[in-house]
């Protein structure tokens, strides 16, 4: 049996100070949040603040993305040593949002992986497609492809630690959702391709999360689903009520 997965991607929200205000309002909603692990991905700004109101709670702590070298000449990027050094355990990689505004590649997200890994950190792997794809019926294609090419190199023995996220693009802040049939297909697709590669053990055991306008009001439903084992939740997670609505569903 997978344990429910929740996590929240603040993306480009909130000063330090709000973020430690969030937490901490976070951490008193979710006091009782039950068999369901929960994380939450602020700014890098924002993590040192964060950690300090999560601190002792059963709420992990991630960061929204890392780049793939140790150390050196990158203005701007923040390694994975460095975000296990701030108490991040989790971190999120290949996010739609990084691909489409900041060159994002497969083979970007697959040194990012393997990154993540290599600092033990966990990562939680974004793929899917855009609406344009969808309508072309090259779903499978696209999330085939990003799956192959994203853990490239990837052993079996470290796949086991990454999380997936199917998040179509097409319903990423847009309000639109994917219905718990769509999520479903593609969330089977990906276990069977992650069985395919990584062997039937390792597939029945991966978190597959949802991501894209998740909500209270249909978080219910999605998670029905055989193959849907949580939620990657971008706006929904920036109000501590709505988060912990969804978390405890």
């Not at 969030?22 to 993590?47: F, M, N, Q």
């Not at 900041?102 to 990562?123: H, I, M, N």
């Amino acid at each position: 049996m997978r344990r429910p997965f929740m996590a929240g991607n603040w993306k480009m929200n909130k000063t330090p100070d709000e973020a430690a205000a969030l937490a901490k309002a976070l951490r008193r909603e979710l006091a009782d949040a039950g068999d369901v692990t929960v994380a939450i991905c602020p700014p890098y700004v924002s993590i040192a603040a964060v950690r300090g109101e999560l601190s002792g709670s059963d709420i992990a702590l991630g960061a929204q993305d890392v780049h793939w070298e140790p150390s050196g000449a990158y203005t701007g990027a923040v390694s994975a040593g460095m975000l296990a050094g701030a108490g991040c355990k989790y971190v999120i990689v290949g996010h739609s949002e990084r691909r489409q505004h900041f060159g994002e590649t497969d083979e970007t997200v697959s040194r990012r992986l393997k990154a993540a890994l290599g600092a033990g950190l966990k990562p939680i792997m974004c793929l899917g497609e855009t609406l344009e794809e969808r309508e072309k019926g090259v779903t499978e294609d696209v999330v085939g492809r990003q799956f192959s090419l994203g853990t490239d190199g990837v052993g079996a023995a470290d796949f086991a630690k990454v999380t997936m996220a199917y998040e179509p693009v097409w319903a990423i802040g847009t309000g639109r959702t994917a219905t718990p049939a769509q999520a479903q297909e593609v969330h089977a697709f990906l276990r069977g391709l992650i069985g395919e590669k990584y062997g039937r053990k390792i597939a029945d055991g991966i978190i597959i999360q949802y991501g894209g306008s998740v909500k209270p009001e249909n978080v219910k439903d999605i998670m029905a689903q055989e193959d849907v084992d949580g939620a990657l939740v971008g706006g929904a997670s920036l109000q501590a009520d709505v988060f912990a609505k969804i978390v405890k569903f």
